[in-house]
């Protein structure tokens, strides 16, 4: 699935517009390494590192969501690493 998508479904950004701004702006890294295209694959497995608010979420991705569902849904399809990194 793609990033951008990917985002949307596990509602780290609205609409893929915001996820497109979030990693254009090279603020989105997937296993340690900086996203470059809107249009990089994740899969089951990926760590990815995003800056959410005035935080750094790190997420490992368990599963991809066919669609953008309520909050408890999206957070079954992934699981946090570290979630109290202050973002600089």
């Not at 497109?20 to 996203?35: D, F, Q, T, Y």
């Not at 994740?42 to 309520?70: K, Y």
Request: hydrophobic share 40%; glycine share 6%; net charge positive.
């Amino acid at each position: 699935m793609r990033i951008d998508r990917a985002l949307v479904y596990l509602r780290f950004a609205r609409t893929r517009s915001r996820a497109r701004v979030i990693i254009e702006a090279g603020h989105a890294r997937k296993n340690g390494h900086h996203v470059r295209r809107i249009s990089e694959e994740i899969v089951p497995g990926d760590v990815l590192t995003l800056p959410i608010g005035d935080t750094v979420r790190v997420i490992e991705v368990l599963d991809l969501p066919e669609r953008r569902g309520p909050p408890g849904f999206a957070r079954s399809h992934y699981r946090e690493l570290d979630r109290d990194v202050k973002a600089k």
